[in-house]
């Protein structure tokens, strides 16, 4: 069901619900406003008939008959009966069929309070009263023909009304839902102009202070990243494509040329020796691009680590790929405490590995490295004297395959730094970088100590 057609039910229910219980309420507390009028109207009749009858000892002629037909408030049907303190009829102005049912009402009376009862459609009140030291009860009978033709005119009126009301109502809902709903239309019709190839358009985001102007702001923040995303994408594959078919063109045109002019072994060697290096180029660059593949899809086990160990291990590999380099390793702690995180092992040790492994290749001296346990985190800072970043390189020091314009001559491939990235990010960790060319570079990564 469309959101438009929901909210119209659910408005057109809430208000016909309001509109059709304010309906039977007016009609309920008119109803009782009927019912208190006749029978203030009743009591006065009982009251007028015990003066008149029994005041002036009326009781047994015509009088009261008399009265009656120039009685402008004669009420219809109405039935004014008179019994003595012994129960016995001494009046009435109706046929004597209703004298037994009158009787057995008597005893609910008291000497100083009425009684209001209903007998078929008539309404009645029976009041006590005294005259001489003698008392008399007297009965009050009548149909409301006016009042209850009012209640049915009302009744109508309400009817209609609520069936007006109700038509409006869904006109109003329909109006309205459409006015509440037009702004995600129009974000609607928006975004079916983004495509893959206009991901620079954007949503309007209204006044920018409701929920509609929120909704907008949030998708023009998701349309940033994926832009840059896609951008980030176009960038690696076309540096991963240059990266891979230089050392493949260098390989397929060494064996080519052996193919067609070496003669000897020696030649075949030294042309095997090439396309081997240059494979190994090939296969190191493969495997770090499916190094970042596995940290960015997010789906690694993490479990406690030790930090320590990793560190250590990630040394022992640098100092065996870079023999005599110095990598003096400092304990910051001022109580025994354990380096324990929760991340993978493999990882956050390929992490230290790379973050290692750029401080001795960017620098021929000694790289220092320091480990820290506070309450909160633990923190390994890496410093090293090499020849540092530039602020123009530093921008794009995560993106994968992107090199600084300093580095050349020096192997790589830009990856390790967007590995190392990924993989302190899925460990809840941070990674920071200061630089200064020509002066060396500061590597802190932070990771949150687990007890």
């Known amino acids: 069901m469309l959101i438009r057609n929901r909210l119209t039910i659910i408005f057109t229910l809430l208000a016909t619900a309001i509109q059709v219980t304010l309906s039977v309420l007016v009609l309920y507390f008119y109803s009782l406003y009927r019912q208190e009028e006749f029978y203030s109207r009743l009591e006065g009749k009982a009251s007028v008939a015990g003066r008149v009858l029994i005041s002036r000892r009326h009781l047994h002629d015509d009088f009261f008959k008399n009265m009656v037909r120039t009685d402008l408030l004669t009420i219809v049907e109405e039935q004014i009966s008179i019994y003595d303190n012994r129960y016995n009829l001494v009046f009435t102005n109706r046929t004597l069929k209703e004298s037994d049912y009158y009787k057995e009402k008597i005893p609910l009376l008291s000497n100083n309070s009425l ?60 109006y309205f839902s459409g006015r509440v709903l037009m702004p995600i239309s129009q974000i609607v019709d928006e975004v079916e102009q983004i495509t893959a190839t206009h991901l ?184 090293d004297k090499g020849r540092g970043i530039t602020e123009t390189d530093a921008a794009h020091i995560y993106d994968p395959l992107y090199r600084g314009g300093n580095v050349e ?14 993989i302190i990010e899925l460990q809840q960790g941070t990674l920071q970088i200061t630089s200064t060319v020509n002066q060396g570079t500061s590597v802190t990564i932070t990771l949150p100590y687990q007890a």
Not at 117 to 129: C, K, M, N, T
Not at 409 to 422: D, E, N, R, W
């Open 115 to 174: 009684f209001e009862f209903r007998s078929g459609h008539l309404e009645s009140i029976a009041i006590p009263y005294r005259d001489r030291g003698q008392l008399f009860y007297i009965f009050a009978s009548g149909y409301d023909r006016i009042g209850f033709n009012k209640l049915g005119t009302l009744q109508q009126i309400l009817l209609l009304a609520n069936l007006l009301g109700f038509t409006l109502i869904v006109l109003a809902g329909w």
């Open 200 to 383: 620079h358009k954007r949503v309007n985001e209204g006044n920018r202070r409701d929920e509609i102007a929120h909704l907008a702001m949030t998708f023009n923040q998701m349309l940033f990243r994926l832009e840059d995303a896609f951008i980030s994408q176009r960038s690696f594959v076309a540096h991963a494509s240059h990266e891979l078919r230089t050392p493949l063109t260098n390989t397929l045109g060494t064996l080519e040329t052996s193919l067609r002019y070496d003669q000897n072994p020696t030649d075949w060697r030294e042309s095997m020796e090439v396309a081997v290096d240059e494979l190994k180029k090939v296969i190191a660059l493969t495997n770090g691009l499916l190094g970042l593949a596995k940290v960015t899809n997010g789906t690694v086990a993490l479990a406690a680590v030790q930090v320590d160990d990793c560190l250590l291990n990630a040394i022992g590999q640098v100092q065996a790929k870079y023999p005599g380099r110095h990598l003096p390793l400092q304990f910051m702690t001022n109580e025994e405490r354990s380096f324990t995180v929760k991340g993978n092992q493999a990882l956050l040790t390929t992490a230290f590995l790379n973050v290692l492994d750029n401080a001795c290749k960017y620098s021929s001296e000694a790289v220092f490295v320091q480990l820290t346990a506070t309450d909160e985190q633990i923190t390994v800072t890496v410093v």
């Open 409 to 422: 001559g020096v192997p790589g491939y830009g990856i390790g730094l967007a590995v190392t990235q990924k």
